[in-house]
């Protein structure tokens, strides 16, 4: 069972981010706000999606991916570690949040993102 006492405490430190929530998923929870997923808690840390716009502000701080082990090999995705003193800083908190939600919607809202049509195998009686 996931302990949700460091979710209880990240979705608190979001309060200024509207609509922010959280989902269990994957042994973690998934931080959203209006649908699109820009954060993630995994292990008792916070990650943030980021891009070529916000992936500076992560570097500078000495932040690292979020690494899982995937068919033997370590696989880096595109969520950072939130710094301790900016999950503190609830002001901090909110730019950095705002910044991943819109780098998570403009990945949502592009062509390679959106979900691929299914078509069905039909069969036809042959006569």
Do not use: C
Not at 58 to 81: D, H, L, N, T
Not at 82 to 106: G, I, N, S
């Amino acid at each position: 069972m996931l302990d949700a006492s460091f979710k209880d405490y990240v979705i608190d430190q979001l309060r200024d981010v509207g609509g922010a929530g959280a989902r269990a998923m994957f042994g973690g929870f998934g931080i959203y706000k209006g649908g699109v997923m820009f954060g993630l808690i995994a292990d008792d840390e916070l990650y943030f999606k980021v891009d070529d716009s916000n992936r500076p502000d992560f570097e500078a701080r000495k932040s690292k991916p979020f690494v899982y082990e995937g068919k033997g090999k370590p696989i880096a995705m595109s969520y950072w570690r939130v710094p301790d003193d900016v999950l503190e800083d609830t002001d901090q908190l909110r730019a950095w949040a705002l910044k991943a939600h819109e780098v998570a919607f403009k990945k949502r809202t592009t062509p390679a993102a959106q979900p691929r049509r299914r078509f069905r195998a039909t069969t036809r009686a042959r006569r």
